[in-house]
């Protein structure tokens, strides 16, 4: 697993460590009060290897699911003793998914699987958005990608996490939605006051995606 220090605050972990492609991030945000994981990896074996790095700080922990995919939840089981929170979409299409389409991933894609997967659906849901005041933490709907997808949003450290919603290869993005749930996206990104925006499934970027987010999607209302 590759851990990289985005600030003082913000940790990022990727899974597997050296693919060139296929790799997807988890973020953890060291808070006031508790500690938050965003998106919970392959396997428990993901979160275990997060868990080591918190260590001592025994800070209750908030895991922030960001949609229903099955490499953003299949180390779920591992924090079923803590909070888990999602859209209330995402917990619906877990709950009915589980056991067809999310158990053929799952022998689709065991390779990138160390660990034993369990069913495991987030205790706590919102509509709309949801924000930890105190933490200076905000979740909200932008759907598109998938329909039950979240952004994540830390104003103190500055860091958008945006999940699938997009990827960002040589200054180039490219937009995993269609071109309404995009401008929604856009428009909502704009008004936040960031200074890293992490893609799940691309390099961490800056304030400059923005850019690159609009001339995607002006390439693709001029075809």
Known sequence: MKVTELTKRNILFTV???????FVHMGLI?????????????????????????GEDKKPIIAIITHAHWDHIFGNSALKDEIIVSHALCREIMDKE????????MIKNRDFID???????????????MCF????????HTPGHSDDSISVYDSVGKVLYTADNFGVESGEAYLWM???????????????????CVPSHS???TKEVITF???ALAGDMDE
């Open 98 to 105: 589980w056991d067809i389409e999310t158990k053929a991933f």
């Open 16 to 22: 597997p460590e050296n693919a060139k492609g296929g």
């Open 115 to 129: 660990s034993e997967i369990h069913k495991c659906l987030p205790n706590l849901v919102f509509e709309g958005s």
């Open 178 to 196: 269609g071109d309404e749930a995009a401008k929604y996206m856009i428009e909502l990104y704009k008004q936040l006051d960031f200074n890293i």
């Open 213 to 215: 987010l609009e001339e």
């Open 203 to 205: 390099e961490p970027q």
């Open 133 to 140: 005041k105190e933490e200076g933490i905000t979740l909200f």
């Open 30 to 54: 060291l808070g006031k009060k508790y500690n938050f994981i965003i998106d919970t990896g392959m396997g428990e074996s993901n979160i275990k290897a997060i868990l080591e790095y918190i």
